[in-house]
């Protein structure tokens, strides 16, 4: 496989491509008072980490082409995969097949004249239940808990909505957990 060039990559290699002064100018460049003949090994390990990062000649890059090949990638990273966009259709077909199924037992049930107004409502509510077009994800603000405040606390000024009191080490602890989880898996992988 191929090596995937950066954005400053790209642009260096088109002006490789489009331009032969360039080119020229980039191989002439190439030889210059920063490169040296030493063998890597030769040196000890502190100078050659300091002239990696100070021994080096800028190239000459045209910054303009490299940012539009940066823009580029940000456009291609944007767009859905065609696989994703695949399955959310699927997702979204599903849904849809469960709805109007939903819908046609609905009928059936408040069409029915021999059961009652309440055992109605719960066929209902069964049906939307089942086919789990009945739960919308509430939107839940996480107020994180001062020390000595218990789990029981007055609504706070600007929340609206459903809201929920958390200790400020739930996070780390259920980071930790996952961790946890995610080696575990990893180690019955292996086995």
């Known amino acids: 496989?191929?090596?995937?060039?950066?954005?400053?990559?790209?642009?260096?290699?088109?002006?490789?491509?489009?331009?032969?002064?360039?080119?020229?100018?980039?191989?002439?460049?190439s030889f210059?008072?920063?490169?040296?003949?030493?063998?890597?090994?030769?040196?000890?390990?502190?100078?050659?980490?300091?002239?990696?990062?100070?021994r080096v000649k800028q190239v000459p890059l045209d910054r303009k082409m490299a940012d539009e090949y940066r823009q580029r990638w940000k456009e291609l990273n944007a767009r859905p995969i065609k696989k994703v966009a695949e399955a959310k259709a699927r997702k979204k077909r599903r849904m849809l097949k469960k709805?109007?199924?939903?819908?046609?037992?609905?009928?059936?049930?408040?069409n029915t004249v021999d059961i009652s107004e309440k055992e109605k409502a719960a066929q209902l509510?069964?049906?939307?239940?089942?086919?789990?077009?009945?739960?919308?994800?509430?939107?839940?603000t996480y107020l994180v808990a001062k020390k000595g405040v218990g789990p029981k606390v007055?609504?706070?000024?600007g929340v609206?909505?459903?809201?929920?009191?958390?200790?400020?080490?739930m996070k780390?602890?259920?980071?930790?957990?996952?961790?946890?989880?995610?080696?575990?898996k990893q180690t019955?992988?292996?086995k």
């Open 1 to 29: 496989a191929l090596p995937i060039l950066d954005p400053e990559g790209l642009a260096l290699g088109t002006a490789i491509a489009t331009s032969k002064k360039k080119k020229r100018d980039l191989i002439d460049g």
């Open 32 to 54: 210059n008072r920063y490169t040296f003949n030493e063998e890597e090994d030769e040196l000890p390990d502190w100078f050659a980490n300091e002239e990696k990062k100070h």
């Open 99 to 110: 709805q109007e199924q939903a819908r046609k037992k609905a009928e059936s049930v408040v």
């Open 125 to 140: 509510r069964s049906i939307y239940k089942k086919a789990g077009l009945g739960k919308e994800k509430r939107e839940v």
């Open 154 to 157: 007055r609504r706070p000024a």
């Open 160 to 169: 609206k909505g459903h809201f929920k009191v958390v200790d400020g080490r």
């Open 172 to 184: 780390k602890d259920m980071r930790a957990q996952k961790r946890v989880d995610k080696r575990k």
């Open 188 to 190: 019955h992988k292996r």
